[in-house]
């Protein structure tokens, strides 16, 4: 059974059994879960409705999304693994895949990300730029439509985060709110200049990552650091610049374990 099915029986039945609890959301649950036929039409539903408007009216949109997940089947695949991410890492999510799926705007700026991007690649920019500036606008996430993203990706509570033209991300990452990945402001140039982000990073809140600058697998970037140098793989780096503070052990998934704390590398925060 491909992950997308799984994970879709699992938010079915989620909403079957919240509506034994919640009466009054009956007509919501029914609309964007209870009467979709797979994943791919929930997520078209959703998006479409968050991000339509006059322009842009919700059917229009809901027909690109639904082109997009049959023409991408593998971003579908991607956006099972997004969803049990954050079930996984959030606490606050209470293991409620129905929940991400119907509220956690993360989740949604990243999966209408992924449709902007696929209609980059297909040579549709002006289209793509457009979603993006919607996604910017209802979700206060920018992500450029060129950003590569692997799948298992959080960004938690999300608004803020900005992701310059040819940023990488690698898979498993979690990325916590106010953080940008940009360029220099005097790097004009064509080609590679923003950051790559290893698998299993984890980037705290209100960070900043300037220039094409490599975060090594499984790396740590405690929150508020400014980041202009490269971080090797399970590093925990911090402070403004940021440094590299100290190795955690190679077992160690920062993005999975969600762990913000910096322990041994408090030095880096004073004398």
């Known amino acids: 059974m491909k992950k997308s099915d799984e994970v ?15 009466k009054m959301l009956s007509s919501f649950f029914q609309e964007y879960i209870l009467n979709q036929g797979s994943m791919a039409d929930a997520l078209s539903i959703q998006l479409s409705s968050r991000l339509s408007s006059f322009v842009m009216p919700a059917l229009t949109l809901r027909g690109i999304f639904q082109e997009f997940y049959e023409c991408r089947p593998d971003d579908l695949e991607k956006a099972a693994h ?9 606490p606050g999510i209470g293991g409620s895949r129905v929940s991400v799926i119907l509220y956690y705007k993360g989740f949604h700026a990243l999966e209408a990300y992924r449709c902007s991007h696929w209609l980059w690649e297909s040579q549709r920019q002006e289209m793509a730029l457009f979603l993006q500036g919607m996604i910017s606008q209802v979700f206060h996430v920018d992500i450029h439509p060129a950003v590569i993203i692997g799948q298992g990706i959080m960004l938690d509570h999300a608004t803020g ?11 498993n990452v979690s990325i916590l709110q106010n953080v940008t990945l940009g360029c220099h402001a005097d790097a004009c140039q064509e080609g590679a200049r ?17 220039g094409k600058v490599r975060i090594g697998d499984c790396a740590k ?5 400014v980041v202009l140098s490269n971080i090797g793989s399970h590093m925990v780096a911090a402070g403004i610049p940021a440094r590299e503070e100290i190795r955690q052990e190679s077992s160690v998934t920062p993005a999975v374990e969600m762990d913000e704390g910096i ?9």
């Open 161 to 171: 985060i900005t992701m310059g033209e040819t940023t990488v991300i690698g898979d």
């Open 221 to 225: 970037i405690c929150a508020g650091s």
């Open 82 to 90: 997004d969803i049990e991410a954050v079930v996984e890492r959030d």
């Open 8 to 22: 879709w029986q699992k938010i079915v039945a989620e909403a079957r059994e919240t509506l034994h609890h919640e």
């Open 194 to 210: 923003h950051p790559i982000i290893g698998n299993g990073v984890l980037i705290g809140p209100d960070t900043v990552v300037i």
């Open 263 to 271: 322990s041994d590398a408090c030095s880096c925060w004073g004398g």
